[in-house]
């Protein structure tokens, strides 16, 4: 089973005071570049795994979708995003994405934010995504960067010259990477950029956009903070097609 890491009541404290959490899609600031990925959304059918508070689920209905399934293990992600949430044509599920099983042919579109690093058998689950989505369907997904998840430290190393860098620790070796990020022991999934493209390759789809994500000049202006977002890339956007 997935580590259900966000019901544990120290992290979930923690991640709830994130800007991502307070603010939503507009908190989260890879989402302008995400949302340039998604198809149009009027009437189309839609999963949202790892919903999460699901601020997309309420979004893609909002853009005009037809339905909208909301997959997340974790009861107090879900609690939240049923009380935020008044709307008979979103539906939220709770489910563990290690072994979902989903109906063939039945969506247009699958998004997935942040979520698919916690999942051990992605292959399996990317092979079930594939099946679910109608011809012609969409993948939009982000990911934690390999590069991030392949690090040896919560934070960056300050060097006495002033400059900073991040460490990278033994990025060829997948698997399960343990950190203390909002609490002790969260398991993530370490996986190299190609690992991600080639599963979605062999399970059949055609990949149409790539990128390491950073800030752009416009958000730099507005963030300042965010400069650090551009010595490493912190997360990794892919879209896919049927």
């Known amino acids: 089973m997935t580590q259900n890491i966000y019901d544990n009541d120290e992290f979930f404290q923690g991640y709830s005071q994130l800007s991502r959490s307070i603010h939503g899609l507009d908190?989260?600031?890879?989402?302008a570049t995400l949302q340039s990925l998604l198809p149009d959304l009027r009437e189309a059918d839609v999963l949202d795994l790892g919903c999460g508070f699901g601020w997309f689920s309420r979004w893609a209905r909002e853009r005009g979708a037809n339905q909208v399934i909301g997959v997340d293990v974790s009861e107090n992600m879900l609690e939240r995003a049923q009380?935020?949430?008044e709307d008979s044509y979103i539906r939220y599920i709770r489910a563990d994405m290690e072994t979902l099983a989903l109906e063939s042919e039945s969506y247009d579109l699958v998004y997935s934010s942040l979520a698919f690093h916690y999942i051990k058998n992605l292959q399996g689950l990317i092979k079930e995504v594939y099946s679910s989505l109608r011809r012609g369907g969409s993948l939009v997904c982000s990911v934690?960067?390999?590069?991030?998840?392949?690090?040896?430290?919560?934070?960056?190393?300050?060097h006495p010259g002033g400059h900073r860098t991040w460490p990278v620790d033994h990025y060829q070796e997948e698997g399960a990477r343990t950190t203390n990020w909002l609490a002790e022991g969260v398991i993530k999934q370490h996986r190299t950029l190609g690992s991600y493209l080639n599963m979605m390759i062999k399970a059949g789809f055609t990949i149409t956009h790539v990128e390491d994500w950073?800030?752009?000049?416009?958000?730099?202006?507005?963030?300042?903070?965010?400069?650090?977002?551009?010595?490493?890339?912190m997360f990794l956007l892919i879209?896919?097609?049927?």
């Open 27 to 31: 908190g989260a600031p890879e989402w």
């Open 83 to 85: 009380a935020e949430t």
């Open 144 to 158: 934690e960067h390999p590069i991030y998840t392949a690090s040896s430290a919560p934070e960056w190393i300050k």
């Open 214 to 233: 950073g800030p752009s000049d416009a958000q730099l202006a507005a963030h300042p903070e965010w400069e650090e977002e551009c010595h490493r890339p």
């Open 239 to 242: 879209s896919a097609r049927k």
